[in-house]
C-alpha cells in the first residue's frame, strides 16, 4: 500500500501600506539597519500600539478576493515567544477571532481538473525582525526595521496532495494579492513566504500522520523541493519502523533537503491571551461593502477577459495578472486602441524592460498612438523602437516625433516597385538563383530594398511585390 501526503499552507505576505501595523514608523526596504524603529516598535514602558486603517482596509480586501467571509468582530492577541528579534517579547497577532474565515480558492490540478483548495482563516498580525548570523564571529545581529511591519497570514485547509499543487496555489495566491494592490508579493524581499505543513499516510486511511513545519520558504523552486525532500524523509522514516517527529525544519536550497530547527509547539506553547491595549477591530457593514464595491473587476473576470474577449495566450496572461504594472499599463492602452494582441506583444517584448525604471513616463495614451502607427503602416518595428527608447523617459508625443524625425514608412506599391526593379537590376545573379527555387534568397532581396529606402520601406509591402516579381506563392 502506498502513501499520499497531505499539505496545508500559511502564507505571510506583507500589507501594501507606508507605515507599520501599530506605529508611524515607515516600512521602506533596503534602509539602514534600525534606521525605521519607534517606541512602540519597541515596546517601550509608557507606549501604545494604534491600529493602521489602510492595513485594515487591505487585509478586508484580501479576505474579500480569497472568497472569505469578513467577521464583524475580530480581536487581537499576544502571542508570546522570546526570540532576540522580538523586542517585546510577544508579538501581536490574531487567534480565536480573526478577520476573515471559510474561504477558498479553486486550482487546476495536472489532470486539468478543477480542485477546490479551502482557506481556514485570513488574519492580521506584525512581522518581527531579522537576525543577522553573518556579520561577525562572536555576535549574532539584529536588525528591527522590520519589527512591526503590517502581515497578513493565510492559512489553508490541508487540501494540498502534492508539491506541484502547493505551487499553482501560491501563484494564484500571490497574483490575487498583486492584482488587488494589497501587496507587492515580492519574494526576494521576504514579503510573500510560506510555511509548509507535511504529513504523510497510507493511501485509503483518514488518520492523519504527524506533520512537521517547514519554515519561511521564499520561492516557488524551493517551496516545491523543501516539500518533494520532506514527503521521501517521512516514507522512509515510517517504512524503516520510525516515527516521524513533530517539528519545525527549515529548507537549505543548496543541498535542497530539510533540518531540523526545533521542537514544533503547539498553540498552548505560544500563551496567547487577548491584547489589553487594543480594543477589539468592529467592521461595519458600510466599511465592508465599501470595500467590496471598489473592486471593479474580479481576479477571475480579469483573467476571463484577457483570454476569451482579448484573445490572448495563457502564458502572456499569467505575465501580465502576476504584475500589477505591467497590466494597469496594458488596460490604460486599450482604453485608447482596440489592438490587444498587438499592445500585449509590446508591452512584454519592449515595455517590460523598462517600466520598473524610475525615469519610466510613457503613458498609455501615447503608447496607444505608437501601436496605431505600427497597426495602420505609418511605420515600420524599426522605427517604432527608435521612438520608443525617445518618448520612455519624456512621454513626448509620438506623432509629433514621428514627423519630426521623418520615420514615416514608405507603403507606396508605385515607389517600392521601382526600387525593387532597380535591386533586381544590379544582383541578375542571385535573380537568376531565386528563380530556380533558392526561395531562401528572399531575406537577401528585402535587406537591399530596406537599405535603399533607408530603412522606411514597409516590409509586407516589399514582400509581396517580390513574391509576386519571382513567382513565389
Given at each position: 500500500m502506498g502513501f499520499e501526503a497531505v499539505i496545508g499552507l500559511e502564507v505571510h505576505s506583507q500589507i501594501k501600506t507606508n507605515t507599520k501595523l501599530f506605529s508611524s514608523s515607515n516600512i521602506d526596504y533596503g534602509c539602514d539597519p534600525n534606521s525605521n524603529v519607534s517606541e512602540?516598535?519597541?515596546?517601550?514602558?509608557?507606549?501604545l500600539p494604534v491600529i493602521n486603517s489602510r492595513a485594515v482596509d487591505l487585509a478586508i480586501l484580501a479576505g474579500v478576493s480569497t472568497n472569505c467571509r469578513i467577521n464583524k468582530k475580530s480581536t487581537f492577541a499576544r502571542k508570546h515567544y522570546f526570540y532576540p528579534d522580538l523586542p517585546k517579547g510577544y508579538q501581536i497577532s490574531q487567534y480565536d477571532e480573526p478577520l476573515a474565515t471559510k474561504g477558498y480558492l479553486d486550482i487546476t490540478t495536472s489532470d486539468a481538473m478543477k480542485k477546490t483548495i479551502r482557506i481556514n482563516r485570513v488574519h492580521m498580525e506584525e512581522d518581527a525582525g531579522k537576525l543577522i548570523h553573518d556579520l561577525s564571529n562572536d555576535y549574532s545581529m539584529i536588525d528591527l526595521n522590520r519589527a512591526g511591519v503590517p502581515l497578513i497570514e493565510i492559512v489553508t485547509e490541508p487540501d494540498i496532495s502534492s508539491p506541484e499543487e502547493a505551487v499553482k496555489y501560491l501563484k494564484k495566491l500571490r497574483n490575487i494579492l498583486i492584482f488587488g494592490g494589497i501587496s507587492d508579493c515580492n519574494m526576494e524581499q521576504g514579503n510573500f513566504r510560506c510555511d509548509a505543513n507535511v504529513s504523510v499516510r497510507r493511501v485509503g486511511t483518514e488518520k492523519l500522520g504527524t506533520k512537521t513545519e517547514i519554515k519561511n520558504v521564499n520561492s516557488f523552486r524551493f517551496v516545491q523541493k523543501a516539500i518533494e525532500y520532506e514527503i521521501n524523509r517521512q516514507i522512509q522514516l515510517i517504512e524503516k519502523g520510525k516515527k516521524v517527529i513533530q517539528e519545525t525544519r527549515l529548507f537549505n536550497s543548496k543541498s535542497n533537503k530539510t533540518y531540523s530547527m526545533r521542537s514544533k509547539e503547539d498553540a498552548h506553547d505560544y500563551r496567547y491571551f487577548p491584547d489589553p491595549d487594543l480594543q477589539p477591530l468592529i467592521l461595519s457593514q458600510e466599511r465592508i461593502d465599501k470595500i467590496i464595491n471598489s473592486i471593479p473587476e474580479s481576479f477571475e473576470d480579469k483573467i476571463s477577459n484577457y483570454l476569451n474577449k482579448f484573445q490572448l495566450s495563457r502564458d502572456d496572461v499569467d505575465i501580465l495578472i502576476s504584475d500589477k504594472i505591467l497590466c494597469d499599463f496594458f488596460d490604460s492602452t486599450?482604453?485608447?486602441?482596440?489592438?490587444?494582441k498587438v499592445v500585449c506583444n509590446w508591452i512584454l517584448s519592449e515595455i517590460i524592460r523598462y517600466i520598473?525604471?524610475?525615469?519610466?513616463k510613457l503613458k498609455g495614451e501615447n503608447f496607444a498612438k505608437l501601436i496605431r502607427a505600427i497597426v495602420t503602416g505609418k511605420i515600420n518595428n524599426n522605427s517604432a523602437k527608435e521612438i520608443l527608447s525617445k518618448v520612455i523617459e519624456t512621454n513626448e508625443n509620438v506623432d509629433t516625433l514621428i514627423?519630426?524625425?521623418?520615420?514615416?514608412?514608405?507603403?507606396?506599391?508605385?515607389?517600392?516597385?521601382?526600387?525593387?526593379?532597380?535591386v533586381i537590376k544590379d544582383n541578375r545573379k542571385e535573380y537568376d538563383r531565386i528563380l530556380n527555387g533558392e526561395t531562401k534568397l528572399m531575406t537577401f532581396f528585402v535587406g537591399q530594398v530596406m537599405k535603399e529606402t533607408k530603412g522606411k520601406g514597409n516590409p509586407q509591402i516589399i514582400n509581396q511585390i517580390l513574391k509576386e516579381r519571382f513567382r513565389i506563392d
Open positions: 512602540v516598535d519597541l515596546g517601550l514602558p509608557g507606549t486599450l482604453e485608447y486602441v482596440n489592438e490587444p520598473k525604471q524610475d525615469n519610466f514627423n519630426d524625425l521623418g520615420l514615416q514608412q514608405e507603403s507606396s506599391e508605385a515607389f517600392l516597385s521601382q526600387i525593387i526593379d532597380n
